[in-house]
C-alpha cells in the first residue's frame, strides 16, 4: 500500500541552525501538506502546497519556514534559523485527486532544538 | 476562530465494551469530519470520515454526524486493548475554497483487558 515517507525521523540541531525535513508524498497526490505538533498538544497547520505553490499557510508558518518541491517526488520543509520552541514533531500529509480532503500521513520528523 | 473540542480523558472501557468518542466543532458550515487514530509517538492514521448526517459504519467503527448540534461521535464495537490511542477528530471548514482541517486535542481511550 503507498504510503507517505519522510526523513530523518529525528534531528537534534542547535538553536540559530537550519534544518530540512524532507517528505516523499504517495505518488499519485498533488496536495501537500506540513503540520506540527508540539509534545502533548494539537495537530496544528503549517502549510499546503498545489501545483508548485503555496496554497495556504498559518500564522505559524512566518518567514523562518519555507517549502520546496525540487524534483517530481519530494517535499522539504526548511527552517533557517531555528528557535527552541520550534522543537516539535514535524509531520507531511498528501492528498489526491477527488478526494474530500482524505490526507495520509508520514510518519514523522521528531526535531529537536537544543 | 473555528474551534474543535473533545474531552481529553482518559476514556476507559473493558475490553469487548463499545467505546463511545465525541466532539464538537463551531463552524455552522463544517463540510466534512473526519477521525484519526494516534498511537503514542506515532502520526495520525485516518480510520473513518462522513460527510452527511447519520451513521456510517466501516467494520467496529461506526461515525456519526448532526450537523444540527454541531456534533460528530465516533463509536468502537469490541473494544480491542489495540485499540488503546488518543483518537483526534478533524473538521473541514465551510465552502471556500480552503481545505485545511482543524483538529482537535484528542480524546485518549484505555482498553483494559
Known amino acids: 500500500e503507498p504510503e507517505v515517507t519522510q526523513t530523518p525521523s529525528h534531528q537534534v540541531t542547535q538553536m540559530g541552525q537550519e534544518v530540512i525535513l524532507r517528505c516523499v508524498p504517495i505518488?499519485?497526490?498533488?496536495?501537500f501538506y506540513w503540520y506540527r505538533q508540539i509534545l502533548g498538544q494539537k495537530v496544528e497547520f503549517l502549510v499546503s502546497?498545489?501545483?508548485?505553490?503555496?496554497?495556504?499557510k498559518s500564522e505559524i508558518f512566518d518567514d523562518q519556514f519555507s517549502v520546496e518541491r525540487p524534483d517530481g517526488s519530494n517535499f522539504t520543509l526548511k527552517i533557517r534559523s531555528t528557535k527552541l520552541e520550534d522543537s516539535a514533531m514535524y509531520f507531511c500529509?498528501?492528498?489526491?485527486?477527488?478526494?474530500?480532503?482524505?490526507?495520509?500521513f508520514g510518519p514523522g520528523t521528531r526535531l529537536t532544538v537544543l | 476562530q473555528k474551534e474543535v473540542e473533545q474531552n481529553s480523558g482518559p476514556l476507559s472501557v473493558p475490553e469487548g465494551a463499545i467505546a463511545s468518542l465525541n466532539c464538537t466543532y463551531s463552524?455552522?458550515?463544517?463540510?466534512?469530519f473526519f477521525w484519526y487514530r494516534q498511537y503514542s509517538g506515532k502520526s495520525p492514521e485516518l480510520i473513518m470520515f462522513?460527510?452527511?448526517?447519520g451513521d456510517k459504519e466501516d467494520g467496529r467503527f461506526t461515525a456519526q454526524l448532526n450537523k444540527a448540534s454541531q456534533y460528530v461521535s465516533l463509536l468502537i464495537r469490541d473494544s480491542q486493548p489495540s485499540d488503546s490511542a488518543t483518537y483526534l477528530c478533524?473538521?473541514?471548514?465551510?465552502?471556500?475554497?480552503?481545505?485545511?482541517?482543524?483538529f482537535g486535542r484528542g480524546t485518549s481511550l484505555i482498553v483494559h483487558p
Open positions: 463552524d455552522r458550515g463544517s463540510q466534512s
Open positions: 478533524a473538521v473541514n471548514p465551510s465552502a471556500g475554497g480552503s481545505y485545511i482541517p482543524t
Open positions: 500529509a498528501s492528498k489526491g485527486v477527488g478526494s474530500y480532503n482524505e490526507q495520509f
Open positions: 462522513i460527510y452527511s448526517n
Open positions: 502546497f498545489y501545483n508548485n505553490e503555496i496554497s495556504e
Open positions: 505518488s499519485n497526490h498533488l496536495y
